[in-house]
């Protein structure tokens, strides 16, 4: 029944993101529930719907209808709780709710126990607990580490950056790093560093500092040992679990 969820999710994707130009989002945002957009919108979803369903589609009637319903509510209540300030959130948000009703029309229709039970197995908390130590818990050792170095960034700063970018590239190549280990491809690692080397190399070029390329070069090297760590431990626990 996997391939049931998949079909659904097929149809969420079309609907969502292929076939809703920026038009329609600007006009459903400017006008909400009275926006002729928001109703051409569900029909796409209906459409996508019947497609990917094709002659399953009687067996599943009522989920059908759960689906629709429920992404028009959805949809209607995150255009009138939308501000710019919230747009972000309110996207993450809406998606989540249609995966989750996506979910439990599937395990309406599927024989699976439907619990946190069934989610919380020892693979899944020792994956967990190292993703988190890969992103969050690293991010602080990153910043106790490198704290030893007031670095005067000074010159660095009067460049324009986005903020907190480096935060989030720290947790990202992280991520990454922790992602190709326990799949066993060990390969992206060299790559990832490769690439970031690369696009560092202007910047450190141009700053012509050692303590810069030596901050930098530290910061790097923890931050994917850390990442390399987590991996391991994920891949020794989940074989000894």
């Known amino acids: 029944m996997m391939l049931f969820f998949v079909k659904l999710l097929l149809a969420h994707f079309i609907g969502d993101f292929l076939f809703q130009p920026k038009k329609w ?4 945002l400017d006008k909400k529930h009275k926006s002729k957009f928001l109703y051409y919108h569900i029909l796409v979803h209906f459409v996508a719907l019947v497609m990917v369903l094709k002659a399953d589609f009687a067996s599943y009637w009522l989920g059908f209808i759960i689906i629709i319903v429920s992404h028009y509510s959805i949809d209607v209540i ?20 249609h995966l989750l009703v ?21 693979k899944t908390i020792i994956f967990l607990t190292f993703l988190l ?9 990153m910043k106790i580490i490198i704290s030893k170095w007031n670095l005067d960034t000074a010159d660095e700063d009067s460049i324009d950056s986005l903020e907190h970018a480096g935060a989030y590239i720290g947790v990202l190549e992280r991520l990454f790093v922790f992602l190709f280990i326990i799949t066993d491809h060990w390969e992206g690692v060299g790559f990832l560093m490769a690439a970031k080397s690369i696009f560092r190399f202007g910047d450190l070029s141009k700053a012509k500092d050692r303590k810069l390329t030596e901050y930098v070069l ?14 391991l431990c994920y891949l020794y626990f989940t074989n000894n679990v």
Do not use: C, E, W
């Not at 530290?218 to 850390?226: A, E, Y």
């Open 25 to 28: 989002v600007t006009h459903k």
């Open 78 to 97: 995150k255009l009138h709780l939308n501000t710019p300030k919230n747009t972000r959130l309110l996207f993450f948000i809406d998606q989540m709710a």
């Open 102 to 122: 996506l979910f439990l029309v599937t395990a309406y229709y599927t024989t699976y126990p439907l619990g946190l039970g069934a989610l919380v197995t020892p």
């Open 133 to 141: 130590f890969a992103t969050s818990v690293a991010s602080v050792f």
């Open 218 to 231: 530290i910061g790097t090297l923890v931050s994917f040992m850390l990442a390399i760590i987590a991996g």
